[in-house]
């Protein structure tokens, strides 16, 4: 059987911080800092912190701003961590929340209703707690039917889940599977730490995969191959779990080590011939050719990445048309990046142009899908 994504769903967060207003409230944390432990710096013991700068992050990474759960918390150079309010156990929880608004746009753009969805994936770089899944719980919200699992590859999560989904629907396992990309990065990101505290945004998008015969989205693409590939490396990490407590270490809300803390120089050095790599084997094993690829919907972490592998792959430069970009306005939002450019930036595709969807981030880990539009 054919598998398509007949549907995508986008939620975006209702705050937005610009990367003057993230500098701005750095630079005050940094000012504070260094007033504070002036003695100590002055005699040697302490080194200064140093202030971000609005140039070097657009030069460094394209992002110009970034979407947030909650804004107050992250500016508040005596918190720069995000306030987001407590929930009752019987209250849909605020990653639910998210994935429901996501998920009910792609069901509509599908032309489905939940009642048919027969398998629930939440896949994402950081679920809110260990259990019950959070896809179990938006699957009771939205009213699907089947079973629910989350899953997490950290930015490749959306990818390797929709080749899960592609999997079992070809396989004749499901006939309607929605996958919920939830990404809450602001609460997993260290805002006082300059070298990455402009990196990530909040969001979460949605798909829908199905069947291409009866299927009644009105821009679907048919998923012709997904490959996916992983190397460990300690170069993008988060030690946060449920170990930490047994651990007898005093651990605090800033702790670097319970936070996203990365490599980026290594990171970009490894991962972009490595998506070379697989995008050409991948393209090769089905005979096809690079320069067929209508568009690259990539991963959104660095603009400078992706331009690289574009180079790489098409021997040359390309239009904003040919690979497109988010990252000016939503940053990097982990695994949800490649499929906001998708859902931005496909229905003007034609029937039988191809496309390539590809993520790739920590693990080391990488996801890529040939799609043709139906
Ligand atoms: N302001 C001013 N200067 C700065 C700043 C700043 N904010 N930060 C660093 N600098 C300085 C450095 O100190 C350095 O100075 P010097 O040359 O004097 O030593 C200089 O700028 C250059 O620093 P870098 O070499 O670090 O800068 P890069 O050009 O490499 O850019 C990037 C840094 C943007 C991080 C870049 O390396 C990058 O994007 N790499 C790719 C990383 C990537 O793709 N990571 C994927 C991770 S995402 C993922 O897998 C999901 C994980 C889960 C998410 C969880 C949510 C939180």
């Not at 992002?63 to 759960?69: D, E, F, G, N, P």
């Not at 009644?216 to 930490?244: C, H, K, M, P, Y």
Request: aromatic letters at 8%; charged letters at 20%; hydrophobic letters at 40%.
């Amino acid at each position: 059987m054919r598998a398509c994504i007949s549907g995508t769903g986008l939620y975006t967060p209702p705050y937005a911080i610009t990367n003057e207003e993230l500098v701005a409230a750095f630079n005050e944390y940094v000012r504070r800092y260094n007033d504070r432990n002036a003695e100590a710096i002055a005699s040697g013991t302490l080194a200064a912190l140093e202030p971000s700068s609005c140039e070097f992050i657009e030069k460094a990474s394209g992002i110009k701003s970034r979407y947030v759960m909650d804004r107050d918390g992250i500016l508040d150079p005596d918190r720069m961590c995000p306030r987001l309010a407590p929930r009752d156990d019987d209250q849909l929880s605020l990653q639910a929340e998210i994935g429901v608004a996501a998920a009910k746009q792609a069901l509509e753009r599908a032309g489905r209703q939940a009642q048919e969805v027969d398998a629930v994936i939440v896949a994402c770089a950081n679920m809110q707690r260990a259990y019950p899944a959070m896809a179990i719980e938006i699957q009771l919200a939205l009213g699907c039917g089947g079973y629910a699992y989350d899953m997490n590859v950290a930015c490749s999560s959306a990818t390797f889940a929709l080749k899960t989904a592609v999997d079992a629907v070809r396989s004749g396992t499901n006939r309607c599977v929605l996958v919920i990309n939830a990404e809450i990065t602001s609460a997993h990101l260290d805002f006082r730490d300059r070298d990455s505290h402009f990196i990530f945004g909040d969001v979460c998008t949605a798909a829908v995969v199905e069947p291409v015969e009866g299927c009644q989205g009105a821009a679907a693409f048919e998923v012709l191959d997904a490959r996916l590939w992983t190397q460990f490396s300690n170069n993008i990490r988060n030690n946060f779990g449920f170990l930490n407590r047994t651990e007898d270490l005093s651990y605090g809300p800033h702790d670097h080590a319970l936070l996203f803390n990365q490599q980026g120089r290594k990171v970009f050095k490894e991962v972009a011939p490595a998506v070379v790599n697989l995008v050409q084997g991948q393209l090769a094993a089905r005979s096809l050719k690079v320069e067929g690829l209508r568009r690259l919907w990539l991963h959104q972490a660095n603009l400078n990445m992706n331009q690289l592998i574009v180079r790489k792959l098409l021997g040359q430069d390309v239009s904003s048309d040919r690979a497109p970009s988010i990252l000016d306005e939503y940053a990097n939002t982990a695994s949800a990046g490649s499929i906001i450019v998708f859902h931005r930036h496909h229905e003007d595709l034609h029937s039988g142009d191809m496309g390539l969807i590809c993520s790739f981030g920590a693990g080391y880990s990488i996801g890529s899908l040939i799609v043709r539009r139906v």
